[in-house]
T-cell receptor, first 117, second 116 residues
């Protein structure tokens, strides 16, 4: 079974600075997707960024980028120029691309990010 | 972007009663919907997967007779918590997946259930 591990329960960053959130996963599959979701106090899950495992190029979405290391099974999220609105819980998630998969997400335990003004 | 709604956003009920939570995809057809449960300060745990027109698939440890899931149309799935007890109090979140963008799930805003 696949597992997702986020080893940092809490992180803090100064406004305008850069922070990196860690995520590792375990799988025997070769094709899958990885995601970072943001959950603000409203509890609404918001997709931050998505990475297809077959793509070597790291995904980027504005201030958010990932460092995807497939061999190491690592998928870290870098937030540049941190803003107060980035404060939230961040969840790393895995989705199998196996044909028989239902497509559900497997989540890590989350990292609570605080942004200091 | 795709929008998923949940109703109600919060509900308080007495122990022993049943509560129904609706999950709707507003601007797309959801072939698959997922129901997650989230305890305070914890991650999302998958409860079940529902495909339109077929029986839901429950995760190990989830009582299917207690958490009834119906996915009667491509835009609506319901979760009914039967004979609710205080330990069922939690935050329930649904998500929906389309055929067009099968690698992306769209989440509802969640429903907070409190059982007294």
């Amino acid at each position: 079974a696949q597992t997702v591990t986020q080893s940092q329960p809490e992180m803090s960053v100064q406004e305008a600075e850069t922070v990196t959130l860690s995520c590792t996963y375990d799988t025997s599959e070769s094709d899958y997707y990885l995601f970072w979701y943001k959950q603000p106090p409203s509890r609404q899950m918001i997709l931050v960024i998505r990475q297809e495992a077959y793509k070597q190029q790291n995904a980027t979405e504005n201030r958010f980028s990932v460092n995807f290391q497939k061999a190491a099974k690592s998928f870290s999220l870098k937030i540049s120029d941190s803003q107060l609105g980035d404060a939230a819980m961040y969840f790393c998630a895995y989705r199998s691309d196996y044909g028989g998969s239902q497509g559900n997400l497997i989540f890590g335990k989350g990292t609570k990010l605080s942004v200091k003004p | 972007g795709a929008v998923v709604s949940q109703h109600p956003s919060w509900v308080i009920c007495k122990s022993g009663t049943s509560v129904k939570i609706e999950c709707r995809s507003l601007d797309f057809q959801a072939t698959t919907m997922f129901w997650y449960r989230q305890f305070p300060k914890q991650s999302l745990m998958l409860m079940a997967t529902s495909n339109e027109g077929s029986k839901a698939t429950y995760e190990q440890g989830v009582e299917k007779d207690k958490f009834l899931i119906n996915h009667a149309s491509l835009t609506l799935s319901t979760l009914t918590v039967t004979s609710a007890h205080p330990e069922d109090s939690s935050f329930y979140i649904c998500s929906a997946r389309t055929q067009l963008r099968t690698d992306t799930q769209y989440f509802g805003p969640g429903t907070r259930l409190t059982v007294l």
